[in-house]
């Protein structure tokens, strides 16, 4: 209680219950127990060193004020050529490309922009943990439609995608590939997700923050690139994942111009703009993304296999990630029913945190699910292992 005013402050509902989270208690366990943490998806490897030298010159450059608020042209143009070379999707850089600060910003405008109080948005289940509190934020309900767990990957069921589409759903929030389940959409299924936004008018929101990270053959599939979708889609990604500098939180949005104007018109007032010298020196580096990638994609896909083969010599039935940071474990067979339950035992048993995967889930699913990151130094993640086969032994 406020003894001065008498009223303790009281949030407002839109916030509230937002303010703890799983992985605030799961890193804290991390701290306290000196577990080694595979919770949080915060990458260990290195930058293009080029891209750290071009910053700090930028900085010592002086170009420190503020950029245009849609972002300094030379990235935007960068942006649009990425878009055109690697997917063969046009945007003009001065009106369909807008800078943001991080893709979580991009998210947040866009359902600002986009939902009205009442509206639905949906996404799949369980999803990245920033969907549920946008909508909310925005005043609209996240549905989430569970991805199905088939033989050692997630399905979509167009059934459910169809069953929840309401007249009130304005957005479905599409992220591939997949933060948590490393799952990367099908053609076939980008095909079912462009029909039905097709029949009921639906925007699209895509987070494509993984576009690089897909260690399957088949290359990532923006759904803008699907006939007709171009025009009814946001396509949003970052460079924080691209290349390990999340901190930097340099964003973006492509989309046909009245969409991007709409975001701009919410993002405006949420940053105006932020991280000048980054965005000239990612202008740079997004040119030459696919050498770069290729590399960092070759040290993920490998640091994948060690978790998946560790964790099954653990006990546990890891899931395929086909992309991503993030390996799927059921934990039935370690003898738990309940994720969250196995996460707070975890740093005591063995020294590692996990986090449960029903922290992303808004509707029903599996309580068994967890989810461990492989975005460590290979050092870490050998160390994890070795802690993990203690659960076996
Ligand atoms: C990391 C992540 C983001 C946040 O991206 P920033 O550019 O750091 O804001 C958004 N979506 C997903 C699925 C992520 O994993």
Known sequence: MDTVSGTAPRPAARVRGMATSIFTEMTELARATGAVNLG??????????????????AVLAGH?????????????????????????????????VLVTTGATEALAAALLALCDPGDEVVAFD??????????????????????????DGFALDADALRAAVTPR???????????????????AELAAVAEVSAEHGLTVVTDEVYEH???????????????????RTLVVSSAGKTFN????????????APLVTAVNAAKQFLTYASGTPYQAALARALDGVEQWAAGLRA??????????????????????????????ADVRPAGYH????????????????????????????????????????????????????????
């Open 40 to 57: 949080q998806g915060v990458p260990e490897l290195a930058s293009p060193p080029a891209l750290l030298r071009d910053v700090a010159d």
């Open 64 to 96: 420190n004020q503020y950029p245009p608020a849609v972002g300094l042209p030379a990235l935007r143009e960068a942006v649009a050529a990425h878009q055109r070379r690697l997917y063969g999707l046009a945007y003009d850089p001065a009106a369909e």
């Open 126 to 151: 369980p999803c990245y943990d920033a969907y549920a509190a946008d909508a909310r934020l925005a005043g609209a309900t996240l549905v989430g439609v569970p991805l199905v767990p088939d033989g």
């Open 169 to 187: 759903t304005r957005v479905l929030l599409l992220n591939t590939p997949h933060n948590p389940t490393g799952k990367v959409f099908t053609r």
């Open 213 to 231: 990270l897909v260690y399957a053959d088949e290359p990532h599939l923006p759904i803008a690139a699907l006939p007709g979708m171009r025009q």
């Open 245 to 256: 500098t999340t901190g930097w939180k340099v964003g973006w949005v492509c989309g046909p």
């Open 299 to 328: 040290e993920l896909r490998a640091n994948r296999d060690v978790l998946t083969e560790g964790l099954r010599a653990a006990g546990l039935r890891p899931f395929r990630a086909d992309a991503g940071y993030f390996v799927q």
């Open 338 to 393: 309940d994720g969250t339950a196995f996460c707070r035992d975890l740093p005591g048993r063995v020294g590692v945190v996990a986090i449960p995967t029903a922290a992303f889930r808004t509707a029903q699913g599996p309580d068994w699910l967890v989810r461990f990151s492989f975005c460590k130094r290979p050092e870490a993640l050998a160390d994890a292992v070795e802690r993990l086969a203690r659960l076996a032994g």
